[in-house]
């Protein structure tokens, strides 16, 4: 089987149009990012993240009902693989001031439950934790365990024999799960993922991958530059740019557009746009590497038909290279589950913009860098 | 067919690795499934017999049978940390990272922490939440615009202020190595395999917990307070005389009731008696826990195997009930030795009761004695505790003083003498690392090392269930979209190419095997974007072929330049993909940093795959005359 053999179209005589064509895509995710920014996972922004599973199928309306009405705010809640599971999310690092009171008031009821009466000294209070002191050892053991065995988070203070003072968490993923613990108590869930980040965590995880990405393109440049001129280098990460930003303003456009598909920007989608800029490569510099042998061949050709020929020379491999990988991130997509949906929907665009931005714009921009400069091109 | 000789051995050797490699892989999956047939039969058995059975105490059961099947088959230990590790995400587990909370800290060591203090402090912890400055350098910058001298809340009065701050960063330094200490003894004790204690820049401790359902369990462990006590050793006698009455009652539940042991018979004559099998019949107790008959001790020997069914057995009713209520069973911390490749660990009998508690202590320090040159701690209490020590150790001539963290034993030194004064001496330490550990230990009974979650990441079992069979799929369904692409395509030199796919997949695996390296659900999707990628390298070569063809070359000359002038973009092409590989596995964390590391590995292979196994058996089909076709 045979694609593409003996092509001879002008390429490069259409750039305008395909300079068009990536203008658009390129206004498309500017246009969004300005307007609706990205979302980005908790990674990034720091919060708490729960994803519950339950036993029987659940409506997500009523889940996301129930835990509006607990006052953390707007709380995000969405599903999570199939129909019972339940992801809820906030940003919210602690539980907000005004609730706090409920929480406590949650855990002295259910403190005297257990031992009806007993005197409760509020010892210590912090955003995340309150610290009572009971009135011996014995019972301050034994209510430490029993409500923990109810789901509190509870702790002795120190493992000293005459302890009397217990540490309760106050979190937001324990306030959510007694929450729905009772409301929904006919559907029993078991927690199959929490994840809590910090703000400050967040805040250099982001740091870290602009950096990672920014030095991975820069690394890119130098070898390019090092194995051929600096200007095809130049070509060919500017190219790299291209697919990086038009594949960032595509999640801006399409997040929350397409039904579960979930396009939140976490650290496997960094990871998926640095391995972008790895492989998007691959095709440019098969271009390139083919212009290089032909300049060594034709050594009278304008560079315009020079890089003409070299495109339709290299195009069957260019699809098909892209269309082999672009396999692997389909199948990725389609059965590779929930944790993996948005890490290889960024590989899937991305080879694709890649593909398109080695045929139709690293050329061009090499061919438009050497008119400007009206220097010859030489390897 | 001689040229290829060494090509041919290469790859074979190559091959033969990766398999051998991957073999304990799948040697460890077969057990686990073995053992896990068990553990289901078994637990019906438990919940037949006994149907109000708890969770926990089902887990706990289910455990000891566990675990005394690894003990009956050594090799299942070793199979193991042989084969593909598999990351947090995939086996479910948490990491937890943990800053040592240094404000608090200050607060905790200052001399007479007033308003002024407080206000300062909760000042520095609120700028230093989004600043990169350490909280002790802003509490510093902020008393001194006040123009408080640091002197009024540490060290003496004519201390300056930039002294004071070193010292503080000392301070915050230790609280990081402590708290990791506490936090290893706990975790020890609680039972986690292969559990992950790692430093992380200045301030932070990464743990993770492989296999914790239990998370706010695991949780507690992380936090609070370590407990330091001293408690006397009790005598040999003493000893045996309640071991004694526990190998009788193990032996009596043994022989399920009808007991024919005679009563009299005691540990030492009955050893030289026995047969082995009978000996472990009639004296349990003394086959796990192991007495040297000349030892001046009667410290019991426990191999690591055995110490979690011990301690079980310890807790267990019956075997209380003959255990004297002043006193308890306490296990070493660290193991002291190693026996037929286990760890062994040391079982003390110890007063109940603490002599002291480790709040008295002032200072430790391990140094070098200077008479003998050996590793000593120096050990300093507060006056308040002076006096205790001196008044217990002049009672105790001669007896041994358990140094216990959190109910491990970490020392138990003689009393060599009455120590009034305070200053102690601990001796007995085979070197200085020893030493280090026993000052960390004295220090965290003393002073606190706050810390809390800044960051913290569960996957259940059931996701990470979920998460592999998902993986496995891709991969299947991958590989066989991208080799029947390949083979419609390229005809018979497509089949070659998928051919070496599958050697580029298990020489992937074979590697990471090899480096002991962890797979992660990321990693998986590495692998299977490297089965896209992989054929990359085949389709430039084979492109290029058929051009050599269309200019009339006979298929050897095309073959040969074929694969000699795709050479340059399959490398350039690959370096790039790897450089950022690099970058990816430095800036990542747990997962990220599998995807990185499968996807370097990847591209290695699959070069190997393309440039030197589809290489040779194009070469191969060449010289024997074989019809080629390349579509």
């Known amino acids: ?379 | 067919m001689k040229e290829f000789r060494f090509t041919i051995i290469i790859i074979l050797a190559a091959i033969g690795l990766s398999l051998y490699l991957l073999y304990p892989t799948y040697k460890n999956y077969k057990n686990e499934q073995g053992i896990s047939k068990i553990l289901d039969k078994r637990s019906e058995e438990i919940t037949k017999s006994n149907p109000d059975i708890s969770k926990d105490d089902l887990s706990k059961e289910l455990r000891l049978v566990e675990d005394s099947i690894k003990a009956a088959n050594p090799s299942f230990t070793t199979t193991k940390t042989k084969a593909v590790k598999l990351g947090l995400d995939l086996q479910g587990g948490m990491r937890v990272v943990l800053e040592v909370n240094t404000g608090k800290l200050l607060e905790k060591i200052a001399k007479n922490p007033d308003d002024t203090f407080k206000q300062v402090i909760s000042e520095a912890e609120k700028e230093a939440a989004i600043t990169d400055e350490s909280v002790v350098d802003i509490f510093a910058r902020i008393m001194s615009q006040r123009g408080v001298r640091l002197s009024r809340y540490y060290g003496s009065i004519r201390d300056d202020d930039s002294k004071i701050i070193s010292e503080l960063k000392t301070d915050a330094d230790d609280a990081v190595t402590r708290a990791m200490e506490i936090i290893r003894n706990r975790v020890d004790q609680y039972g986690v395999s292969e559990p992950s204690i790692q430093r992380q820049g200045s301030r932070r401790v990464v743990v993770e917990l492989p296999g914790v359902a239990r998370e706010e369990e695991a949780k507690q462990l992380l936090q609070g307070t370590a407990l330091l006590e001293f408690k006397l050793v009790k005598d040999p006698q003493f000893t045996l005389s309640v071991m004694n009455k526990i190998d009788k009652v193990l032996a009596a539940k043994n022989a399920g009731g009808d007991s024919t042991i005679t009563a009299d018979t005691t540990a030492q004559d009955s050893t030289k008696q026995l047969s082995q099998e009978e000996f472990e019949k009639q004296h349990p107790f003394y086959t796990m826990a192991m007495i040297d008959p000349n030892g001046k001790f009667a410290d019991a020997y426990v191999k690591e195997d055995q110490k979690d069914k011990l301690k079980i057995l310890l807790s267990s009713p019956d075997v209380q009930a003959v255990i004297p209520n002043n006193v308890e069973f306490d296990f070493s911390a660290k193991p002291i030795g190693k026996q037929d490749g286990k760890d062994i660990f040391m079982l003390y009998c110890v007063n109940k009761a603490p002599e002291l508690t480790g709040g008295v202590i002032t200072n430790a320090r391990a140094t070098i004695d200077p008479n003998t040159s050996s590793a000593i701690v120096e050990m300093e209490m507060n006056s308040e505790g002076a006096t205790d020590w001196a008044r217990i150790t002049g009672a105790n001539v001669n007896k041994r003083m358990a140094i216990i963290l959190d109910g491990a034993v970490y020392s138990a030194p003689n009393i060599n003498g009455k120590i009034s004064g305070g200053r102690s001496q601990i001796e007995g330490m085979a070197n200085m690392e020893e030493a280090k550990l026993l000052e960390i230990v004295l220090k965290a009974g003393a002073l606190p090392a706050p810390v809390k979650i800044i960051e913290e990441r569960s996957v259940g079992p059931s996701l990470g269930q979920d998460s592999i069979y998902a993986g496995l799929k891709s991969t299947i369904i991958g590989f066989l979209f991208v080799a029947l692409f390949m083979i419609l395509y390229y005809q018979k030199a497509g089949t070659v190419a998928s051919a070496a796919l599958i050697f580029t997949v298990l020489f992937i695996l074979g590697i990471l095997a090899g480096f002991n390296a962890t797979l992660t659900l990321p990693g998986i999707a590495g692998i299977i974007l490297t089965i896209g990628m992989a054929v990359d390298a085949n389709v430039l070569i084979y492109e290029r072929i058929r051009e050599e063809l269309e200019t009339g070359k006979t298929m050897k000359a095309s073959v040969d330049s074929g694969f000699s002038k795709a050479n340059s973009a399959i490398i350039d092409s690959n370096i790039t993909t790897f450089l950022t590989g690099i970058i990816l596995y430095q800036f990542g964390s747990g997962p990220v940093q599998g995807f990185a590391l499968t996807l370097m590995i990847g591209i290695g292979a699959s070069l190997f795959s393309a440039l030197v196994i589809a290489r040779l058996v194009f070469n191969i089909m060449v010289t024997k005359g074989m019809k080629i076709t390349i579509g």
Request: a neutral charge; hydrophobic letters at 50%.
């Open chain 1, 1 to 379: 089987m045979r694609l593409f053999e003996n092509i001879h179209i002008d390429w490069l005589g259409k750039r305008k149009i395909f300079y068009a064509v990536s203008a658009i895509m390129f206004l498309i995710g500017v246009v969004n990012v300005a307007l609706r920014g990205f979302q980005f996972g908790i990674d990034f922004k720091g919060g708490s993240e729960i994803v519950l599973q339950f036993d029987n199928a659940v409506d997500i309306a009523q889940v996301r009902n129930y835990v509006e009405n607990i006052g953390l705010g707007s709380i995000e809640i969405k599903t999570f693989g199939g129909e019972t599971g339940v992801m809820v999310r906030t940003e919210l690092q602690n539980i907000p001031a005004d609730i706090y009171p409920r929480v406590v008031n949650n855990i002295e009821t259910a403190v005297h439950d257990i031992y009806p009466g007993i005197p409760l000294r509020v010892v210590d209070s912090t955003e995340s934790s309150i610290t009572y002191e009971l009135p011996n050892a014995d019972t301050t053991n034994s209510l430490v365990s029993k409500l923990f065995a109810q789901g509190y988070q509870t702790g002795k203070v120190s493992e000293e024999p005459d302890n009397r003072q217990m540490v309760v968490n106050v979190g937001i993923a324990e306030w959510v799960k007694e929450n729905l613990k009772t409301k929904m108590a006919d559907n029993p869930f078991k927690v199959i993922k929490e994840d809590h980040v910090g703000p400050k965590v967040g805040k250099e995880l982001k740091q870290d991958a602009v950096v990672a990405i920014i030095f991975s393109l820069i690394a890119i440049l130098v070898y390019l530059a090092f194995r051929f001129k600096f200007i095809f280098a130049f070509g060919a990460v500017l190219a790299l740019f291209h697919d990086v930003l038009i594949t960032l303003g595509l999640y801006a456009a399409l997040y929350g557009v397409i039904p579960g598909l979930n396009l939140e920007i976490d650290l496997t989608v960094v990871a998926a746009f640095l391995t972008l800029v790895g492989y998007s490569v691959n095709d440019t510099v098969i271009v390139f590497d083919r212009v290089r042998e032909n300049m060594k061949i034709h050594k009278t050709m304008p560079l315009f038909d020079l890089l003409n020929m070299s495109i339709n020379r290299t195009m069957s491999r260019t699809i098909l290279t892209g269309g082999t990988t672009l396999m692997a991130t389909i199948v990725l997509l389609i059965f590779g589950g929930e944790v993996l949906r948005a890490f290889s929907f960024t590989l899937f665009f991305g080879v694709i913009i890649g593909t398109y931005s080695s045929i139709f714009v690293a050329s061009a921009l090499v061919l438009e860098y050497a008119s400007k400069s009206k220097k010859k091109v030489q390897f």
